[in-house]
């Protein structure tokens, strides 16, 4: 039976998937600032960084001072996606290669977070956007990608089914709760032997895979101890 031009209409709706308007890094630009602002009420010296085993992990890294011990925390930046710019909602998807990745990390005390611009257009973007956080729990890993919805203002309001792999959106004083209990205190050359240990069992998403290895990586936190 031949549909009229409304069934069309709706039936082309229901077959539309939201899709991203910004990349990762793009995302990285405001996310950092942002969580070192979460941070400085109880850790004033956090070094944010993308980390390189020959950059900094190299031998001059490791031979850079630190008085004490550091804990990391490691962020993935997530990306808004929308059917169309403007909209009151955005989505966020979780995939497989988020919790793989944080279930190496959890096992060498870096916890792993994701966080996500609340805007729904690009042009809203900026150090002002709020984010939204989430912990990733690798001891729960789903069977497939987790997909939510959230509003501008950060609450959940659908979700693809329910899991406790993800738990948020965090408060400041959660974010702060985690790094004080799960990031485990480390000596800087034991941190980056212990992040190199995540990135090597991080087996990635091919299609972000570049000849040097992943090319979707999260951004590291390091926190010292003062």
């Not at 611009?117 to 729960?140: K, T």
């Not at 959660?174 to 799960?182: D, E, F, G, S, Y």
Request: charged share 20%; net charge neutral.
């Amino acid at each position: 039976m031949l549909m009229n031009s409304r069934e069309r209409h709706m039936s082309a709706k229901k077959q539309e998937q939201p899709v991203s308007f910004m990349s990762e890094h793009t995302v990285e630009y405001a996310l950092v600032p942002k969580m070192i602002g979460i941070l400085a009420p109880q850790f004033p010296r956090v070094i944010p960084i993308y980390f390189w085993a020959t950059r900094e992990g190299s031998r001059i890294s490791r031979l850079c001072d630190v008085s004490g011990k550091v804990r990391v925390i490691a962020v993935f930046p997530r990306r808004p996606k929308v059917l169309s710019p403007g909209e009151n909602s955005v989505f966020v998807k979780f995939n497989q290669q988020l919790f793989e990745a944080a279930y190496g990390a959890v096992q060498s005390g870096i916890p792993f977070l994701a966080g996500i611009p609340l805007i729904s257009s690009l042009m809203d973007f900026g150090l002002h956007s709020n984010y939204a956080w989430f912990l990733i729990n690798s001891m729960a890993i789903p069977q497939e990608d987790l997909v939510w919805e959230l509003d501008l203002d950060g609450n959940v309001v659908g979700r693809n089914f329910n899991s406790n792999a993800i738990e948020g959106p965090l408060e400041n004083h959660q974010i702060l709760n985690i790094v004080h209990t799960k990031a485990m205190p480390l000596f800087w050359e034991k941190a980056i032997e212990k992040i190199k240990m995540v990135r090597s069992e991080y087996r990635g998403d091919t299609s972000f895979s570049t000849f040097f290895g992943i090319g979707y990586k999260p951004t590291y936190f390091v926190i010292l101890e003062t």
